[in-house]
Structures are given as structure tokens and as C-alpha cells.
């Protein structure tokens, strides 16, 4: 292995080093524990070295985002191809999800309610969130109707998730009501 292979090998391992300690971090204490400072005494490197590697904490969340989509993707497609049936399929989709919001609710927050500076819904998007929503898309398209663009229909649905997500989160929903909130959302929405 050359000297350069070795380095960016490093480079590497110090990059996912600084993610895991900054999503460690959140989910124990929240994103405002996060800081570059608290970062590099976690990972014992300079504060020079992290910022070597991103700009700041926006970086930071951007990297745990792209991380978490690549792993709610690979949740949602596990979970549906376990279930057999479109109408099953999508309930699987929307516990998978609403259990990755669940379990996961810094990595979730960077990925739908802080500024990581990602593109959504553009040309530029980054991959693991294209392919995230490429694996609602996957099983909600089959679920969509005639005449709807199931695009489109992804995007309501994923909305109405989020936005049980989000309100059973900070109490506004009860968690308990959790399961008839998702046969409701799917008996009305998909059309199988």
C-alpha cells in the first residue's frame, strides 16, 4: 500500500470517526451538545483537524443525514420485502419508517429539520437521500391509483409519516393511537 492509500485510508476512518461521535452525541444530549470543540475532545484530535474535514457543524449534520437516509432506505426495503400483498407492503413501509423516527431521533432530525445544507428534490441531490426516497417511492408507486403520479403520491404520503413522526415526538399526538394513525393513513390513501 502506498503512503498515499494509507492516508486516505485515515482520512477515511477519522471522517466516519467524527460522524459517529457527532450522531453518538446528539441522540444523547441533543444537537446543541454538538460542537467542534466538544467533537474533537471526544475524538481526541484538534479542533484543526475536524475542520479539515468539514467546514462545521452543518457539515456535520449533513454527513449524519446522508448516513441515516442511506440506513431508513435499507430499513424500509427490508420491511417491505418481508411483507407479502401492496396493502401489506405499505404498512411495513410506514411502521419501518415511523420506528427508524423512533429509535433514531437526532439522525432523523438531521435529516428533516436541520439545516445540513443538503439539497432536496434537485439535481444535486446527494445519492443516499435520492435513493431514500426511491425506497418509499418503490412501494408506494404500486399503491398510487390511476391517474395519480406516484411521485407525487409518495411525497403526500411521506409527509403524512413525517408529520405523525414528528407530532407523536414532541407530544402533540399520543404514541398509543400510533398504529390506528398508520391504518387510517393507508386505508384512505393507497388504493389497493
Not at 31 to 59: C, M, N
Not at 70 to 86: C, D, F, Q
Not at 144 to 171: I, Y
Request: with cysteine; glycine share 6%; charged share 30%.
Amino acid at each position: 500500500m502506498s503512503v498515499q492509500e494509507r492516508k486516505e485510508r485515515e482520512r477515511a476512518v477519522r471522517e466516519r470517526l467524527i460522524v459517529a461521535t457527532a450522531r453518538e452525541l446528539a441522540e444523547q444530549q441533543g444537537w446543541d451538545a454538538v460542537t467542534t470543540r466538544r467533537l474533537a475532545e471526544r475524538i481526541e484530535y484538534s479542533q484543526p483537524v475536524l475542520y479539515s474535514h468539514f467546514r462545521g457543524k452543518r457539515e456535520i449534520i449533513g454527513a449524519v443525514a446522508l448516513e441515516g437516509a442511506t440506513e431508513m432506505a435499507a430499513a424500509v426495503r427490508a420491511a417491505t420485502a418481508a411483507a407479502e400483498g401492496p396493502r401489506e407492503r405499505v404498512y411495513a413501509l410506514a411502521r419501518a419508517y415511523l420506528d427508524f423516527a423512533t429509535r433514531n431521533p437526532a439522525v432523523y432530525d438531521a435529516m428533516f429539520q436541520l439545516d445540513g445544507g443538503l439539497p432536496y428534490a434537485q439535481d444535486d441531490t446527494p445519492e443516499p437521500l435520492k435513493d431514500a426516497f426511491a425506497a418509499l417511492l418503490e412501494c408506494l408507486g404500486e399503491v398510487a391509483g390511476d391517474g395519480v403520479e406516484p411521485g407525487l403520491f409518495t411525497e403526500v404520503f411521506w409527509a403524512s409519516l413525517h408529520g405523525v413522526a414528528t407530532l407523536t415526538r414532541s407530544g402533540r399526538l399520543p404514541p398509543e393511537d400510533t398504529e390506528q394513525r398508520v391504518k387510517l393513513l393507508v386505508d384512505r390513501l393507497s388504493m389497493v
